[in-house]
């Protein structure tokens, strides 16, 4: 099995309670088990900032799925909480939003997946609850997270409380 992080948001509907139901599904993914998730966050949009803020959170399973299988996977759980995708709207305001984060240790380089995710390294809304629940972690090319969160302004980026 293969330890892999994923990254959840989403800002449009009840996000909270998507992102939620979102991290309870992954559970329920072939060959797929969630051992663990941070808590909801709150965040500023990123890219396109004219758009309602966002809720995020990282969540990691063990997979014996293959990175392509996982990330189509979790584009059929997108689908099944109803995003539909408009290739001419980029960092656009969605229902929910799932990324392959990091799959193990791999780097991988393919036209419909790019693992450690490109701009991991670079989004707090990501590294902030990744430092929550594992700030050790290994982002290969980029070093650990605690120390890539010092990196980024993580103003606007708070916990959620229910």
Do not use: K
Request: glycine content about 8%; charged content about 20%; proline content about 9%.
């Amino acid at each position: 099995m293969v330890r892999a992080w994923i990254g959840l948001g989403a800002n449009l509907g009840d996000a909270a309670n998507t992102v939620s139901a979102a991290i309870e599904a992954l559970d329920g993914l072939a060959d797929t088990e969630l051992t663990r998730a941070s808590l909801l966050y709150a965040s500023p949009a990123w890219g396109n900032e004219d758009q309602p803020p966002f809720v995020n959170a990282v969540a990691c399973v063990q997979t014996d799925l293959p990175p392509l299988a996982l990330l189509d996977a979790l584009l059929a759980l997108e689908t099944g909480f109803g995003r539909v995708r408009d290739p001419a709207v980029h960092w656009g305001p969605r229902l929910l939003d799932l990324d392959l984060l990091l799959y193990g240790d791999q780097v991988i380089d393919l036209p419909r997946l790019q693992v450690p995710h490109p701009y991991l390294h670079q989004r707090a809304f990501v590294l902030v609850p990744l430092a929550e629940v594992e700030p050790d972690l290994l982002i290969p090319g980029h070093g650990r997270v605690r120390d890539a969160v010092m990196q980024v302004p993580t103003s606007g980026i708070a916990p959620i409380r229910g």
